[in-house]
């Protein structure tokens, strides 16, 4: 009933970029959060970065100045540009959108996770 839809990860140099997108489906789903998490072997899943309906964004510092999460609200999708990556970038990155189904109470799914490495 509700799908996330993730693309664009993929092997890039240091200081390249790469654009990823989340797209949700689903009928009667009701957006309040989009955003980005990864997690790299042996840590904890980290936030990256987030959206709220509002248009206000939120990022983990190791990210500032560098990605830079937008929406598209008529689309249902979230992207997250990134730029100058660095080696400890490298993560699998999931997309995160808590919203509601019909009239059940908001709750978190989950984008199916994309692979970015950055290696020279």
């Known amino acids: 009933q509700v799908q996330l839809v993730e693309s664009g990860g993929g092997l890039v140099q240091p200081g390249g970029s790469l654009r990823l997108s989340c797209a949700a489906s689903?009928?009667?789903?009701?957006?309040?959060?989009m955003g980005w998490y990864r997690q790299a072997p042996g840590k904890q899943r980290e936030l990256v970065a987030a959206?709220?309906?509002?248009?206000?964004?939120n990022y983990a510092a190791s990210v500032k100045g560098r990605f830079t999460i937008s929406r598209d609200s008529a689309k249902n999708t979230v992207y997250l540009q990134m730029n100058s990556l660095k080696p400890e970038d490298t993560a699998v990155y999931y997309c995160?959108?808590?919203?509601?189904?019909?009239?059940?109470?908001?709750?978190?799914?989950w984008g199916q996770g994309t692979q970015v490495t950055v290696s020279s």
């Open positions: 959206t709220l309906s509002g248009g206000s964004t």
């Open positions: 689903g009928s009667s789903f009701r957006i309040y959060v």
């Open positions: 995160n959108v808590r919203g509601a189904l019909g009239y059940a109470p908001p709750t978190d799914y």
